[in-house]
């Protein structure tokens, strides 16, 4: 599955399995629900990751760690979807990849072609001098305003300190899982689309936002990807996600694209690529 990922992203799900083995153990999931697990070989080393959703939600006591659990497919259907979004932001391939571009995702840590990615307009999370905002990480954080509410949420300054999302391979992923976590209105969170949590308004309805992994590209960049027809981007996105659902052996759903949905407008991550 990740066979081709670079020893770096063999250390950052390293470092995430054992936090969501630490979190399950916290939270005292049970040894059933402990055992349901996926297996990813990287390298040749077996890192197990617990089926599990764990998140880190700031609250006024700080920081406390959440589990959501659902039935295994449901999971597993996640999973995929967060590693074929993942997978694309950070993708290496190309058509004539050894063992196709599909296998090559998490090739990248910071984005190929960076600029400053400084809105001048965000008044609550100001850029800081000198500093530059471009996609780091699994999911490619971009912009003032995302590191802002980020580092808000996990406590760390990535405002004046934006690297460790790229340096350090717990933050990276603790920025991605949160991004992944959060809704910003009018948009849901990609976990409770992918899960089946959210419900779609009229107005999501009439602009086609369905649920499905389509809605998922949506939420990540969907002013540029989405409501435009046809879209190789999109198609890359969803060619990453069935990848992962025929190894987990499970159904990919309804809506895998946007071609046709609007966007939400602006919100948690904009132009990544």
Not at 47 to 71: E, F, M, N, R, W
Request: proline share 7%.
């Amino acid at each position: 599955m990740l066979c081709v990922l670079a020893d770096y992203a063999a250390a950052v799900l390293a470092g995430v399995a054992q936090q969501l083995i630490t979190a399950a153990t916290v939270a005292k999931v049970n040894a059933q629900v402990a055992e349901e697990a996926v297996v990813v070989v990287v390298e040749e080393e077996v890192v197990v990751v617990v089926v599990a959703v764990v998140t880190l939600k700031a609250s006024s006591q700080g920081p406390h760690l959440k589990i959501c659990l659902s039935d295994t497919e449901t999971r597993k259907k996640e999973i995929a979807a967060f590693f074929g979004q993942t997978s694309h932001e950070t993708t290496g391939g190309w058509p004539t990849t050894p063992d196709g571009p599909f296998a090559w995702g998490y090739c990248f840590i910071r984005e190929v072609n960076p600029s400053a990615y400084c809105n001048p307009s965000s008044i609550a999370y100001p850029c800081a001098p000198g500093k530059q905002y471009y996609g780091r990480g699994p999911i490619q954080l971009s912009w003032n305003y995302n590191y802002g509410q980020c580092g808000e949420a996990l406590g760390l300054d990535l405002l004046n300190n934006p690297d460790p999302v790229a340096t350090n391979p717990v933050i990276s992923f603790k920025t991605t899982i949160w991004f992944w976590m959060t809704p910003q209105s009018p948009k849901p969170s990609c976990h409770d689309v992918i899960t089946g949590l959210w419900i779609p308004s009229e107005a999501d309805e009439l602009a086609g936002r369905l649920p499905g992994y389509g809605t998922t590209t949506n939420i990540i960049n969907g002013g540029l990807e989405c409501g435009i027809g046809s879209d190789s981007r999109v198609e890359d996105r969803i060619e990453f996600y069935k990848t992962y659902c025929d190894l987990f052996g499970i159904e990919y759903g309804d809506n895998l694209d946007c071609f046709h949905q609007r966007p939400f407008g602006f919100g948690l991550l904009l132009n990544t690529k």
